[in-house]
């Protein structure tokens, strides 16, 4: 299967693809019609998982609840896999399932067979985890990285393979680059993907998720804190020092002349001339000397 072949089929979405999927293969007639078969039963000790594959994390108490859920009812929906020789397959989507039907005893599991190469069984392993929402948001990130390093996709290639935009791949990539604690973090689901993209920009990411996990703090909260770190500060007002020479000037003839504190103020359309007195009777003094003058 060529690259682009492979692109647009995938770019088709996953109804298309577990639409293929579904379709039956004949072992017997594999290398002439790999789109045609039965479901098959094989040895569960056949089967192995797919080093490639994204997911990492499988939470404990939901094997348990799958395994005993297939105790009851057995695998519902088969696992897909690839042919690796001697009889022995490799899985391209469906893991968990393995693993589950490993604690509940089973020593066969429905397979469907798709002889794919390495390309083609990541893209379909992200597909169905990005689609079942079963993938960390680090292991979304590193999946679409693994696509791009290894494989040369573009961001807007993931984009429609997965059905989601460009942005949304390149805010996941983004997650790569945060210190490994909070990547840590989110790998654990202390923090979710819009804490660590809020605070991704800040100067101490590591600090601020660290509190947002120990106070249990909102999405908005993550962010009200970047924007506060990331605000610009305000230009400092104009002192005297950064004045003019002349303006310096005038400004100690009118305060010696005077007797009180003058400040000048120049801008392009004009500016402003400040007196400052403390007392009441400076006041008096000011407005007689203005009235002299006048």
Excluded at 35 to 45: K, L, R, Y
Excluded at 159 to 174: E, M, Q
Excluded at 238 to 243: E, I
Aim: aromatic residues 4%; hydrophobic residues 35%; proline residues 4%.
């Amino acid at each position: 299967m060529s690259e682009d072949n492979s692109k647009k089929r995938l770019g088709r979405g996953l109804a298309a693809l577990i639409g293929e999927m579904d379709q039956p293969y004949d072992v017997r007639t594999a290398t002439e019609t790999p789109a045609t078969a039965a479901d098959q039963f094989v040895p569960i000790e056949f089967v192995g998982r797919n080093a490639n594959n994204p997911r990492r994390q499988f939470d404990e108490s939901d094997l348990e609840d799958l395994a005993r859920s297939i105790n009851q009812h057995g695998i519902v929906q088969p696992i897909v896999v690839r042919p690796m020789g001697q009889g022995h397959y490799e899985i391209i989507a469906g893991e968990r399932r393995w693993r589950a039907a490993q604690r509940a005893g089973l020593v066969e599991i429905p397979v469907l067979i798709r002889d794919v190469d390495d390309r083609t069984a990541l893209e379909i392993a992200i597909v169905e985890n990005v689609q079942r929402s079963d993938l960390n948001p680090l292991e979304e990130a590193l999946g679409y990285e693994q696509l791009i390093a290894e494989h040369g996709y573009t961001q807007n290639d993931l984009g429609d393979i997965i059905g989601k935009s460009r942005s949304h791949v390149a805010n996941s990539l983004r997650l790569l680059k945060l210190p490994e604690p909070v990547r840590d973090m989110l790998a654990t689901g202390e923090l979710t993907a819009g804490h660590a993209r809020a605070i991704a920009s800040t100067a101490d990411p590591v600090r601020h998720a660290r509190q947002i996990a120990a106070k249990g703090l909102s999405v908005r909260d993550a962010e009200r804190i970047a924007q506060k770190e990331n605000a610009p500060e305000r230009p400092a007002h104009r002192t005297a020092r950064q004045k003019d020479a002349d303006t310096l000037a005038l400004e100690k003839m009118l305060s010696d002349n005077l007797g009180l504190k003058v400040t000048i103020s120049h801008k392009a359309s004009g500016g402003q001339v400040r007196v400052d007195y403390s007392s009441l009777e400076q006041l008096d003094e000011l407005c007689r000397l203005l009235q002299a003058g006048h």
